[in-house]
């Protein structure tokens, strides 16, 4: 958190955010992180089970280099509203506190992949 000059109190900062759940996540060789950002109700909004079966493939296909996180709106109003999305579900990628990608909604695990695959790998 970052104190703010105007009223002196806490202030979310959401890089701060995004470097503290990298370093509670176990070391990996420079990791990334997928944000997966969702409504309150992301049960009805977006298929209930649906789409933590699909998170739970690309977690398993992307094993440890990339960690995917679920944020939901109704738990961390402050945290979904820091990232600025246009609309939820929505997805951010950051590695070392940096955003790399964004997208709003859920992509299929598979273009997902494609695209964690090109923004990662070094040119």
Not at 45 to 72: C, Y
């Amino acid at each position: 958190m970052v104190m703010s000059a105007a009223g002196g109190g806490a202030e979310f900062c959401p890089v701060f955010f995004a470097i503290y759940l990298m370093h509670s996540l176990p070391p990996t060789p420079d990791p990334a992180v997928l944000l997966v950002l969702l409504p309150p109700a992301a049960g009805e909004e977006i298929g209930g089970a649906g789409h933590t079966a699909m998170l739970r493939h690309l977690r398993q296909r992307l094993g440890p280099d990339v960690r995917v996180l679920t944020i939901d709106e109704a738990s961390h109003p402050a945290v979904v509203r820091s990232f600025g999305p246009p609309e939820l579900p929505a997805c951010v990628l950051m590695r070392q506190g940096v955003e790399l990608w964004r997208q709003p909604g859920l992509p299929s695990p598979d273009a997902l992949l494609a695209t964690l695959a090109a923004t990662l790998l070094p040119s």
